[in-house]
């Protein structure tokens, strides 16, 4: 089972107008469980070309748990991907959104690190070149991704 689920971002273009329609079924992607790798979860979703800038909504689908949620965005390995944006606290029932841009979370380079991490299998790994990772402490973290396109 693959460690990462695949999250495809939605294209925001128009400024001052409603953006495309959908239901509350289908509009995250709920982190995956990792397998047999470890007891993390996350996804991925791939930045096309620099400079880009996307908004990401994350929401802790738990209504019922007693624990708050971890979800960490990984720090990509360019040269202005320094360190992970860690939010500790998200509620039960609860969501928050972060502005990421490319420079500080893509992974410009190969990540061997992610990319075992990204299945048990060898022959199912995915590439993190071109990738940001995001990773959660549940699967009932749902992550959406929306790119801003100017």
Known sequence: MAA???????????????T?????????????????????????????????????LVENGDSDGATDLTVTVKAGNGIQGVADVVKTDLGNGEFTLIQLDSGRFKNVTENETLKELSSATTADQVSAKGKVFITGTS????V???KMVI
């Not at 689920?5 to 409603?18: R, W």
């Not at 699967?139 to 749902?142: G, T």
């Open 20 to 56: 495309g329609v959908g239901t509350s079924a289908t509009r995250g992607t709920v982190l995956a469980t990792n397998g047999a790798t470890s007891a993390t979860f996350g996804a991925y979703f791939t930045m096309g070309g620099k400079d880009e800038q996307y908004l990401i």
């Open 139 to 142: 699967a009932e973290i749902a």
């Open 144 to 146: 959406t991704v929306f």
């Open 4 to 18: 990462f689920a695949a999250i495809t971002p939605i294209a925001i273009s128009d400024m001052n107008t409603f």
